[in-house]
């Protein structure tokens, strides 16, 4: 079942899309430009493999979290493919994205799967929304990648070390200047599913920029074919610096190949880290 065949169950989730406040406050929000309706759509019906497959590994690292009832913040949720997965695992979660196309697949999904109990879904653009307080962070499919320069890279960090509560938990995964390595001379890609196709084209404008030019085609309901276009810009960063930066905010580190089981992109990495109690100020 896709999120579009999902009937939300009530209207319980912040993001019912017949609250005009929030239809508004969307609109405000709707700064970041990425993933808007179509290319929402297709990431979801496409790529949940990247989400489904880092859930087992990161359930395991946050079970001390489970265990006590803690509060689980999730980044750049997308349409909530890894908050099902949270929540389904019996976390508390606020899931947050910064596309309103995003947040409402999400909204449907979990109402769809009666898992919109424990869950509060909110707008947040990294790196200057107020990032809420929590005891675990987590992160995949890279939003981190998605900040426009690396000052604004190292505050997202900073805010989001900030809001770990000790003893809390992190687990965001990143891309490397390694992933823009293992893609150079590769022109892109494409996908097919039997009601979506994108494709990618890839530039390289210099070690740290990774860009992609995404079309999109969804099938209406009348058999015709939209087509939309979105360009995304991910900042590539050298890995090894995240644990530096964020041992400054009392979060010691490691960068692993995968958070479980699972193989990562190659060039892609987790960031796995805590927060211990007496650490919370800056040194
Ligand atoms: C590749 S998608 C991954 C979505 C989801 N986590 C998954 O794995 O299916 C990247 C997500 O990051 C979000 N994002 C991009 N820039 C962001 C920002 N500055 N702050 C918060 N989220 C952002 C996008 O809207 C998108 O949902």
Not at 122 to 142: E, F, M, N, Q, S
Not at 151 to 176: E, F, H, S
Not at 184 to 210: H, K, L, N, Q
Request: aromatic share 4%; hydrophobic share 40%; glycine share 8%.
């Amino acid at each position: 079942m896709t999120a579009r065949d999902c009937k939300p169950r009530s209207s319980t989730t912040s993001l019912s899309p017949n609250n005009e406040e929030m239809k508004e406050e969307m609109k405000r929000v709707d700064r970041n430009g990425y993933y808007g309706r179509d290319l929402a759509l297709v990431h979801h019906l496409g790529f949940a493999f990247h989400a489904e497959a880092c859930a087992p590994g990161i359930l395991r690292i946050l079970e001390p979290v489970r265990a006590r009832g803690g509060m689980v913040l999730e980044l750049g949720c997308g349409s909530g493919l890894l908050t099902k997965e949270l929540l389904r695992a019996g976390h508390r979660v606020i899931a947050t994205d910064a596309s309103p196309s995003m947040l409402e697949l999400a909204a449907e999904l979990l109402a769809a799967e009666l898992l919109d109990g424990d869950v509060e879904l909110r707008h947040l653009t990294l790196p200057d929304d107020p990032v809420p307080k929590a005891d675990a962070i987590v992160a995949v499919g890279h939003p981190i990648n998605y900040l426009p320069d690396p000052d604004a890279l190292d505050r997202a960090l900073a805010a989001i070390a900030d809001a770990l509560r000790p003893p809390g938990l992190l687990a965001i995964d990143i891309c490397d200047l390694e992933y823009g390595r293992a893609r150079r001379g590769i022109p892109g890609v494409a996908r097919v599913g039997e009601t979506w196709a994108v494709i990618a084209r890839y530039e390289m404008p210099s070690p740290d920029r990774f860009i992609r030019d995404i079309t999109t085609f969804l099938r209406e309901e009348s058999g015709s074919w939209r087509r939309s276009d979105e360009f995304h810009e991910n900042l590539l960063v050298k890995v090894d610096r995240v644990p530096e930066l964020l041992a400054r905010r009392g979060v010691r580190a490691r960068i692993e190949s995968s958070f479980g089981d699972e193989t990562l992109d190659e060039g892609l990495y987790a960031v796995i880290g805590e927060k211990l109690a007496g650490q919370e100020l800056s040194p």
